[in-house]
């Protein structure tokens, strides 16, 4: 029998005992105003049967923990998004380590750990440090600023292209690819097709960049090709492994680095509890900024064979939406999840994933966040609202189209 194709993937009925949620998780409401959409999906089950896309949705800790962690039966090779890479060609070449299983994934992921080591970006770290003294200068020299272009935008698409080595940075390039990488994993909808008819000028760009010729010789991008040299990986591996450092590092440090500011904005009592220790707590704060709002909202995973997750009945190809940004306010997880408290135990969220996929860059995406808080900390006394903020719809990413703030 064919197998029927439904929003790029098999066709799904509920199972026995799920409940059936008539609603739209990409509906742009959602999506910019995504916490009464967590609530509600945390309250009716462990797993959600979603009509509209026939899919399963889960946004408790537990569960999402189990699927995210079990890489064997959740797989990552049938795609991160809604369309099931086995029945539908993908919008570019798969990623040879977000959207491949083990023995591939292990492979490949060490080559890039090795470029990412704790010694490498603790040599990074200082540079990092005195970049974001001197963008925290200039930005207090204006006092008013639109944030999102002037810190969020501006730290990771100064700091990071540099560490990989790219000759030629084009920091909205880069950022706009960002913006195709995460609307992509979500339906094939109006969203999507806006930022992806921007492909022909963006793509090539990116692909360029991950030639050896367009590196320095001294940054994490001719690590990667030294891999290529010793023989572990190919010239082409190489290549595709920059690609994920560019599709992966930008926007989501922009969104994290954003939504710090937005948190400390919002909780100035938390920001002068921050500044009371700078030092200690730039770490703790950027750590509660990525659980209260979590960058990567939800990746899927597609189920590679029948199985169950709390006595629910799973179908083999069965998409399930794994919303990290619920989970991580899961009050069976998180003592009063809706408090942001830079002085709670915050570790154990999902922002950076859990298992063999968890963030690669995250020792990277630390060190900004540090260096960027830590700035603030250190000479700024107050962060006020300028203006209303506004959040950006994206299929998978929370992030915020403008900021305005005050800073004093
Ligand atoms: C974690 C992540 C997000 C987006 C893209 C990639 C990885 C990639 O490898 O391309």
Known sequence: MATTLVHQHKSIAPPKGVEVWDVDPY??????????????????????????????????????????????????????????????????????????????????????????????????????????????????????IEAVAAIAEAFPTHVFPRAVGIKQPDARKLVDYGAMVFNAVGPDNELRQRVMARAPEIVPWINEQCDRSRLTEDGIGATIFAAADAGEIGEAEAGMLIRSLLSAGVDTTVSGIGSALWCLAQHPEQFQYLRSEPTNLSGPAFEEALRFCTPVQAFFRTA?????????????????????????????????PEAFDIGRDARGHLALGVGVHSCVGQIIARAEGRAILGALAERVSRIEFAGEPKWRPNNSMRALESLPLKLS
């Open 27 to 144: 509906d742009e409401a959602v999506l910019t105003n995504p916490l009464p959409f967590f609530d509600a999906l945390r309250a009716k089950g462990g797993l959600v049967y979603v009509p509209r896309y026939e899919i399963l949705i889960s946004g408790r800790y537990e569960e999402t923990r189990e699927i995210f962690y079990d890489h064997a039966r959740f797989l990552s090779s049938r795609g991160v998004g809604m369309a099931d890479f086995k029945l539908e060609e993908p919008w570019r070449p798969p990623s040879i380590v977000l959207e491949v299983d083990p023995p591939e994934h292990t492979h490949n992921r060490r080559v890039i750990m090795r470029a990412l080591s704790p010694s490498v970006v603790r040599k990074l770290e200082q540079d990092f440090v005195e970049d974001a003294e001197r963008l925290v200068d200039e930005v207090l020299a204006q006092g008013e």
């Open 304 to 336: 590679g064979q029948d199985t169950t997750v709390s006595d629910i009945e799973i179908e083999e190809g069965t998409k399930i939406l794994c919303v990290l940004g619920a989970a991580n306010r899961d009050p069976a997880k998180f003592e009063n």
